[in-house]
């Protein structure tokens, strides 16, 4: 029966499902503005108009997700009045001020000027749209920030004196830049880019593989390539650091994430275990020894806290961290070794003729969207039991309502989300098989523009 259910669990429940939905949408859009910079740097610097098509395809794709992204963000600010009432009243002094200055200083900036963005082209000079372009860019990146700063607040609270319940700032440069938010804001935006490369590589192989638009796809896929190559292994570095930082911080999760129930020197790295949370024991367990005191602390014998150094009810749940964390892990690993094949290929040439490598760029286009979400049910599961970490718990954070309120509109959310998701996987795919603007190519590559000059009887004449 739904009045049987805990009502905090069905309002994590649903916060996570909503915002699982939302990050799906910022995540593309930041990845593809920085990769629109980028093409349309090309273009301004070479002329070459395949850039220019592969700009006007892309845009209408950023142009999608972003209108996803606003519908679905929307609705997160209302759940923390509905479904956590309580830890809006107490959080209220702190993250109320950083998500307005998030909207003013980034999502204003991102409306203002896509409009000129998407639509300009012909009546702004290109210099003028490229600016429209980076101010775009520039407004995802200060809309992570901020949104980061107040998340990575949650999980290492700076700045504030609590105050009859209630956080009161004292510092504000200690609230923004609290201990994990340069971390957290390095790895969310690189996971971004990559995410947005893979996708953009997923595209252009499966044009190459249909025989269609090949200038646009080869240039899309080389770009897609070599950015991947080079974002994917600096990903892993970041990743590291943010673990250390974390373990420093939050050593239960890091304990949730290795799957170490008792604090040990020389802790191994587990492949693969059956986590007990009930027998706070793992079966099945198969790993690697020392692996995870070298990883974690860089010594063989270093000291890793196990979940037994807290209560039960202090514990994270260990399956849900422990999973995901490896389901990140590996398709971390399997982007970084794609891409060192794919910018091999690049530099011997066989990059648009290998149909095998192809097909794995295709399939592997929606990877970074399942990495990101892995890695936050990471971060977000493992700051479980509080909502801020160590100090306010998740169960005195929820508003006082009914489960079935609760279960009812996450029923609706999940029926109209699903809708939502299948509209815009439809619109996208009908962009993909429309492909660029065909005023910029024809059926055998791009149409260039011939230069003209002026002949010596004063009519205008191609130019060689």
């Known amino acids: 029966m739904v009045a049987d259910i805990d009502p905090v669990l069905l309002a994590r429940v649903q916060f996570g499902f909503t915002v699982a939905f939302h990050i799906l949408f910022p995540t593309l859009t930041i990845g593809l503005a920085w990769f629109l910079v980028t093409v349309e740097a090309l273009w ?10 592969v700009y006007r395809l892309w845009a209408k794709l950023f142009a999608l997700a972003f209108g996803m992204g606003v519908v679905s963000g929307l609705v997160l600010s209302y759940q923390f009045g509905t479904n956590f009432s309580r830890f809006s009243e107490a959080t209220g002094p702190v993250l109320g001020p950083l998500l307005s200055v998030e909207v003013l200083t980034a999502f204003f900036v991102e409306a203002g000027f896509i409009g000129v963005m998407l639509f300009g082209w012909q009546k702004v000079g290109d210099r003028l749209h490229f600016l429209a372009t980076v101010l775009v860019g520039l407004g995802t990146l200060n809309s992570a920030f901020w949104v980061l700063a107040a998340n990575s607040w949650m999980h290492t609270p700076a700045g504030v ?11 504000w440069w200690a609230v923004i830049f609290n201990p994990s938010m340069p971390y957290r804001v390095t790895h969310m935006v690189m996971a971004s880019f990559l995410t947005g490369a893979f996708v953009v590589a997923a595209v252009s192989a499966w044009y190459l593989l249909r025989d269609r638009h090949v200038a646009v796809a080869r240039k899309g896929l080389a770009l897609g390539v070599v950015l991947a190559a080079i ?15 974390t373990k420093e911080h939050q050593p239960m999760k890091v304990a949730a994430m290795e799957g170490l129930w008792e604090t040990q020197q020389g802790a191994p790295l587990l492949l693969f275990a059956v986590p007990d949370q009930e027998a706070q024991e793992n079966r099945l367990a198969v790993g ?27 514990q994270p749940p260990v399956a849900t961290v422990f999973y995901s964390f490896r389901l990140m892990i590996g398709l971390g690993l399997w982007m970084i070794a794609l891409a060192a094949v794919g910018v091999w290929l690049l530099w011997r040439g066989r990059l648009f003729t290998n149909r095998s490598v192809q097909w794995a760029f295709v399939l592997t286009g929606p990877a970074g969207f399942v990495a990101t979400i892995a890695g936050w049910m990471v971060a977000e599961v493992g700051r479980q039991p509080f909502t801020v970490y160590g100090i306010l718990r998740t169960a005195d954070s929820v508003s006082p309502v009914v489960p079935a309120a609760v279960a009812t ?12 998701l299948i509209a815009f996987l439809w619109y996208a795919a009908r962009v993909v098989r429309q492909g660029p603007p065909p005023s910029d190519m024809d059926a055998d590559g791009p149409v260039r523009t011939p230069r003209t000059a002026v002949g010596a009887t004063g009519t205008v004449q191609p130019a060689e």
Do not use: C
Request: net charge negative; charged share 20%; no cysteine.
């Open 288 to 314: 690697i020894p020392n692996m995870a005191s070298l990883i974690l602390t860089h010594e063989w014998d270093g000291e890793v806290k196990g979940l037994n150094e807290v209560a039960r009810e202090d």
């Open 161 to 171: 004196e609590w105050v009859d319940g209630r956080a009161l700032v004292t510092d």
């Open 44 to 53: 301004l610097r070479t002329r070459n108009p395949v850039y220019k098509s």
């Open 231 to 245: 974002l994917a292994p600096a990903q892993l570095v970041v990743g590291d650091m943010h673990g250390l930082n």
């Open 409 to 420: 509109t996450l029923t609706a959310f999940v029926v109209v989300y699903t809708l939502l």
